[in-house]
């Protein structure tokens, strides 16, 4: 009766987005099913729903970025995963086993296996970086002997030997993340979750972290969960991507898939943090809406993937035989996919820019007229 | 002044030591779980139990709000069950005891309460138990905060202390009172004075060192 009583329950959930049969899902550290998370109404604030119907697992091994402005339910999210929090509809699984389910000791030794690294690095100031590291061991019970042995080879990992008798106060940001990862690895985890974990530091600081995530992944063989509203963070590290948006997943896939055919405003609007404002001030400002005598038409041409967008120019010029100006670019790559845009000026007359169009069209590239400069 | 008059100041800094040094411990015995307790146990906290920590609050103002000396009096046949006697120094540690106890229990609450809560979550997301939170990170946490708050606590019992003398609980207060004040010698008025204030700033100044040696938040090298 209960089975058929939950089978039944399972159906009155809300169906969006379509859950299809998932494929990897015997091989998912990660996997949410169907899981709403309502923070109820509290002292004069309306309720919140901050995650509804969400849907999505985590390749074993993968390192996955969740991305989403603030307020999208990404910390709701990590401590679903965590265990911090329950779901009021759903499941989570980490690592086959139903942390959602969990309670009081079962819950404390599942979340044991669960590693977890944060933004203001939350190292304890009274203990040396040494026994920071230690302090999960010690939460699980390990001989103090086995601690040391393991704190000095975590030390080595993170490449922070020489700071074992620091104290937080008297280490860099970067040196802090470090033993934040160290102490998240210190119980051999097999997910590490990263919550905003490099927005605290530098853009060179960043990239060593980064750096090291990735060795760590490489290496340890780690399922690493990047919670960022940094594109530049899932840019350089992740492989896969979800994208969310007001407590929805929005868009989910390979990273170089969803970042070069973005189909929402939000990923878009991400995208566009890493190309800039694609048309500098000094261009759009003169912008006009028609052409003038000896304007150019103004044309902005998306590049991505291994579409040719590098040879683009010269083609043009060759094969069209229009002078063609480069007013702007900006190129970068994406999970290993060139991504950028072109901003070209061409000839406003003899249809110039007609012709351009059709090229570009003809030849599947996205391109839109922005207008027109004298 | 003769030795007698200086003989009786240093047995009443004595007395004084001994009352406010076991009133201190005992106070701290009930005092630092109870703080810890109120810290950690509104909604949502980690010993959640929202009506006893409103019960235990209320409990501890009402202590807290009733004026030592009428304390004293008020208790004084609790005071003979315990210490068999409400006349001396010993007994006058049982109200000293019972006036310093909430007193320190808010101090505490308020020191465990500045301990960043990313900090608990964090050990949580470790899996912690809540008594693993309390001792590995709380307690370790605020020691700066805990030790300047006994450090206040004490330098109070060394105040009340020279008010149990009115119901002959010894001490410097009472010789303060009985000599400089009633027999009119202001050489043993000042004396006691002075002893007071060089035990106040002594307290003080120790607890200020240990705090900062065992605050790791400021740079030592």
């Known amino acids: 009766m209960n089975a058929h009583q939950s089978l039944l329950t399972g159906q009155a959930l809300p169906s969006f987005p379509a859950v299809a049969p998932d494929p990897s899902v015997s091989d998912a550290m990660v996997r949410f099913e169907a899981v709403s998370k309502i923070y109820p109404a509290h002292?004069?604030?309306?309720?919140?729903?901050?995650?509804?119907?969400?849907?999505?697992?985590?390749?074993?091994?993968?390192?996955?970025?969740?991305?989403?402005?603030?307020?999208?339910?990404?910390?709701?999210?990590?401590?679903?995963?965590?265990?911090?929090?329950?779901?009021?509809?759903?499941?989570?699984?980490?690592?086959?086993?139903d942390i959602s389910g969990l309670a009081g000791h079962g819950l404390r030794l599942a979340q044991r296996s669960i590693g977890m690294i944060f933004q203001h690095f939350n190292l304890l100031s009274s203990r040396t970086a040494a026994d920071n590291i230690a302090l999960p061991l010690e939460i699980a019970g390990w001989s103090k002997s086995d601690i040391a042995v393991r704190v000095s080879e975590l030390l080595d990992l993170v490449g922070i030997a020489d700071k074992f008798d620091r104290y937080p106060s008297e280490l860099?940001?970067?040196?802090?993340?470090?033993?934040?990862?160290?102490?998240?690895?210190?119980?051999?985890?097999?997910?590490?979750?990263?919550?905003?974990?490099?927005?605290?530091?530098?853009?060179?600081?960043?990239?060593?972290?980064?750096?090291?995530?990735?060795?760590?992944?490489?290496?340890?063989?780690?399922?690493?969960?990047?919670?960022?509203?940094?594109?530049?963070?899932?840019?350089?590290?992740?492989?896969?991507?979800?994208?969310?948006?007001?407590?929805?997943?929005?868009?989910?896939?390979?990273?170089?898939?969803?970042?070069?055919?973005?189909?929402?405003?939000?990923?878009?609007?991400?995208?566009?943090?890493?190309?800039?404002?694609?048309?500098?001030?000094?261009?759009?400002?003169?912008?006009?809406?028609?052409?003038?005598?000896?304007?150019?038409?103004?044309?902005?041409?998306?590049?991505?993937?291994?579409?040719?967008?590098?040879?683009?120019?010269?083609?043009?010029?060759?094969?069209?035989?229009?002078?063609?100006?480069?007013?702007?670019?900006?190129?970068?790559?994406?999970?290993?996919?060139?991504?950028?845009?072109l901003t070209l000026g061409v000839p406003a007359n003899d249809a110039g820019a007609t012709q351009v169009l059709a090229y570009l069209s003809q030849h599947h590239f996205s391109a839109e007229r922005l207008g027109y400069v004298a | 002044m003769s030795l007698d008059l200086i003989n009786l100041i240093v047995q009443a800094t004595w007395e004084s030591l001994f009352m406010v040094g076991v009133a201190a411990i005992i106070a701290t015995l009930f005092g630092l779980p109870i703080g810890i307790f109120l810290a950690t146990s509104r909604k949502g906290e980690l010993f959640a139990a929202p009506a006893v920590n409103s019960a235990l609050g209320i409990i501890v103002n009402a202590t807290r709000s009733t004026p030592f000396i009428i304390l004293v009096v008020a208790i004084i046949p609790f005071t003979r069950l315990v210490a068999g006697t409400s006349i001396g120094s010993g007994a006058a540690i049982v109200p000293l005891s019972i006036a310093a106890t909430p007193f320190i229990a808010r101090l505490v609450e308020g020191a465990i309460r500045e301990v960043d809560a990313g900090l608990i979550e964090t050990a949580s997301s470790f899996g912690a138990s809540p008594l693993q939170v309390v001792f590995k990170v709380l307690i370790p946490e605020a020691l700066p905060g805990l030790v300047l708050a006994l450090t206040l606590a004490v330098v109070s019992l060394i105040g009340y202390s020279a008010m149990v003398g009115a119901v002959g609980g010894g001490g410097l207060g009472d010789l303060g009172i009985r000599y400089g004040y009633q027999r009119f010698m202001p050489d043993m008025m000042l004396a006691v004075v002075v002893v007071l204030i060089a035990l106040v700033q002594t307290v003080q100044t120790v607890g200020d060192y240990l705090a900062r040696r065992v605050n790791r938040r400021l740079r030592h090298r």
Do not use: C, W
């Not at chain 1, 970025?65 to 499941?91: T, W």
């Not at chain 1, 690493?224 to 899932?234: G, K, N, Q, R, Y």
């Not at chain 1, 992740?238 to 948006?245: G, S």
């Not at chain 1, 000094?282 to 590049?303: D, H, M, N, T, Y």
């Open chain 1, 43 to 97: 002292r004069g604030k309306p309720s919140v729903r901050a995650l509804e119907a969400i849907d999505f697992s985590i390749p074993r091994g993968s390192i996955t970025g969740v991305i989403g402005r603030s307020g999208a339910g990404k910390s709701s999210l990590v401590r679903l995963i965590n265990g911090l929090e329950k779901p009021n509809a759903g499941r989570v699984i980490v690592d086959g086993s």
């Open chain 1, 172 to 341: 860099s940001g970067g040196q802090k993340q470090r033993v934040g990862i160290a102490r998240a690895l210190a119980t051999r985890p097999s997910v590490l979750l990263s919550d905003e974990a490099t927005s605290a530091l530098d853009p060179q600081t960043t990239r060593s972290i980064l750096d090291l995530l990735a060795n760590i992944n490489r290496e340890l063989g780690v399922t690493i969960v990047l919670i960022t509203h940094e594109m530049s963070v899932v840019r350089q590290l992740a492989k896969e991507v979800v994208v969310l948006d007001a407590g929805h997943i929005v868009e989910k896939g390979h990273v170089a898939d969803i970042f070069t055919h973005p189909r929402q405003a939000i990923t878009q609007s991400f995208l566009s943090e890493v190309l800039g404002d694609a048309v500098p001030v000094s261009l759009s400002s003169r912008l006009q809406p028609q052409p003038g005598p000896g304007s150019q038409a103004v044309i902005r041409v998306l590049v991505r993937g291994m579409d040719g967008g590098a040879t683009l120019v010269a083609r043009l010029a060759r094969e069209l035989a229009i002078d063609v100006a480069l007013l702007s670019a900006r190129v970068d790559e994406i999970g290993g996919q060139p991504i950028g845009s």
